[in-house]
């Protein structure tokens, strides 16, 4: 029997982290980019709505640019991410009211 390894990335997950990254640049080449938490420069690009909950990685109008240290922040402390605004639930609406749950 001949063994194949496991991709480490599958091919849909490939196409949206290229898809995402080219976004990416083009949004850090049109300059400087604020951190929306604490207005420090923006490495990174969160997502209010994870994966998990029915986000969209490469739906630039689901992105927020954060700094390093928001970001770990957010991801620490969900409850409270939450609450301010900077996760959402999957039964949240976009236009940030809650739909039960």
Known sequence: ???VPLRPVSKKRARE???RRRLAEQMWREGPVLC???GVMA??????????RGGDPTDF???MPVCRDCHSYV???PAGATR???MKHSWDRDDGVAQGG
């Not at 490495?43 to 998990?52: A, F, K, M």
């Open 1 to 3: 029997m001949k063994r």
């Open 17 to 19: 982290q290229a898809i």
């Open 36 to 38: 929306v938490i604490c």
């Open 43 to 52: 490495d990174d690009l969160h997502e209010p709505r994870l994966r998990s």
């Open 61 to 63: 109008t689901q992105v």
């Open 75 to 77: 991801h620490l402390n």
């Open 84 to 86: 301010l605004g900077f």
